[in-house]
């Protein structure tokens, strides 16, 4: 026997929970499968959720040591301790994923803890942990597994001195010395952690620059200020193998000598985890990197079996995940859901904060668009003054003949909030005339988004 669903949603990440109640609240009967206990996917778990409460006690930690005496606050003596903030970020993750578990509850969705496996179109096999099985049957299935850690030949992470993220986020003890392989946003991120708690921390990255695929101009500002906080960086940097010693690593690198040290990151990204998901039983091949083709309305070549976040490709965001989901779910049942695709932000947490959206200028360039680029420094903002926070610049680049902003970036306090702006702005297909007419209110850092879009037409009143 099985029992029926609408849909039947294989992995409870952001994509896949947020599809599960936006289809509940469509109307159909949902079934959510996931074999984690804590609801949420890597994100909520090992990702996104802890990475961000482990930076923001990290940054709270050196300021009370270092910086708060500027502001006339004297702290005697500032000690760590990391058992209590390791426990706060834990504490963080388990109440927001009981919260999503009480959200499918509210929606009518029914939970199976337990692997999901196809077995044929419209059925899914879940085998829980003691290897009993439940058979589900629906018209509707949404494959939303997500990704999983990436390592490079040569270098196997065995979680204790070789690391992937998720070991990153609870060291037992700070390293003295961490070698972080990979310079986009999870290095940079845990790298910024573990160097204010303590730790010399060296970053080997293979291109020349860092954070790929993100704007030039504000990755090389971003390099300067980091090695400034006291980062240490080797570009062009070809890691061949890690070798462990009897208490140490020791990391290769091509042409150079052996970089030693006590632990070693390993955040060269995220594949897609589609592993025994029985896409052969029932006739759905992945490309040659792994992820799952689909269709506009992300179905897979198989009618009725849908994919969506990590494993279809594109960039590995939460948000974009979830946007996905709802598309596909309202797809199913209105005949209508959209995506687009330039007006999904990222963001990098490290201090200050790296946000875009949109095009970056060399796209532009690479493409042969016509545009005019607007910027403008937080130095000249009263209200990064006012909290001490000037580093970085906001930037937008816009059609030369239209005005319609094509791209944004910002680096800067609290980018990752003021992206939000740009992002709808681009969604509206806003010029920066737009934005530039806009009131924005006095003192906030958003004046500096603003004047930027002033710039655009070369008219930014305070710069």
């Not at 309305?297 to 990590?310: C, E, F, K, L």
Request: net charge neutral.
């Amino acid at each position: 026997m099985s029992t029926q669903h609408d849909l039947i949603v294989i992995g409870a990440g952001p994509g896949g929970y947020v599809a599960a109640i936006r289809a509940a609240q469509l109307g159909l009967n949902v079934a959510c499968i996931e074999k984690e206990p804590a609801l949420g996917g890597t994100c909520l778990r090992v990702g996104c959720i802890p990475s961000k409460a482990l930076l923001e006690s990290s940054e709270l930690y050196e300021q009370a040591g270092n910086s708060l005496i500027n502001r006339g606050i004297r702290i005697p003596k500032v000690e760590l301790d990391l058992p209590r903030m390791l426990e706060q970020k834990n504490q963080t993750v388990s109440t927001l994923s009981k919260g999503i578990d009480g959200l499918l509850k509210k929606n009518g969705v029914t939970r199976y803890l337990g692997h999901g496996r196809l077995t044929a179109p419209g059925a899914v096999r879940v085998t829980d942990k003691k290897n009993q099985t439940t058979e589900l049957t629906g018209k509707n299935i949404l494959i939303a597994t997500g990704s999983v850690v990436a390592t490079l030949p040569g270098i196997e992470i065995d979680g204790e001195r070789v690391v992937s993220s998720t070991e990153a986020l609870s060291f037992p003890s700070v390293p003295g010395k961490l070698v972080v392989i990979g310079g986009g946003a999870i290095g940079l991120e845990l790298g910024t952690v573990w160097r204010r708690l303590g730790s010399k921390v060296t970053v080997l990255e293979y291109m020349n620059r860092i954070l790929p695929g993100m704007d030039d101009e504000l990755a090389k500002a971003s390099l300067k200020i980091l090695k400034s906080q006291g980062l240490q960086f080797q570009l062009g940097a070809r890691v061949t193998g890690v070798t462990l010693n009897r208490k140490t690593c020791d990391v290769h690198i091509k042409g150079q000598e052996n970089l030693r040290c006590d632990r070693v990151l390993v955040a060269v990204g995220r594949r897609p985890n589609t592993a025994d998901l029985g896409l052969e039983a029932v006739g759905i091949e992945t490309d040659k990197r792994g992820f799952i083709p689909i269709d506009e309305t992300y179905q897979t070549s198989v009618p009725g079996i849908y994919a969506v976040g990590d494993v279809v490709g594109g960039a590995m965001l939460a948000h974009k995940a979830e946007e996905e989901g709802i598309a596909c779910v309202e797809r199913i049942v209105t005949g209508y859901g959209h995506v687009n695709y330039d007006a999904i932000p990222a963001i990098v947490y490290t201090s200050p904060e790296i946000a875009s959206v949109g095009a970056t200028e060399e796209e532009l360039k690479e493409s042969g668009v016509e545009y005019r680029k607007g910027s403008f420094p937080f130095a000249a903002n009263g209200r990064a003054r006012a909290i001490g926070h000037t580093e970085g610049m906001v930037k937008i680049l816009a059609d030369k003949k239209t005005d319609r902003i094509l791209g944004a970036h910002i680096l800067g306090p609290h980018a990752g909030d003021l992206i939000a702006e740009l992002a709808v702005a681009i969604e509206f297909c806003a010029s920066s005339e737009d934005v530039a007419r806009s009131c924005h209110a006095h003192p906030t850092l958003a004046e500096a988004i603003k004047e930027a879009a002033m710039a655009v037409d070369r008219r930014a009143i305070h710069f």
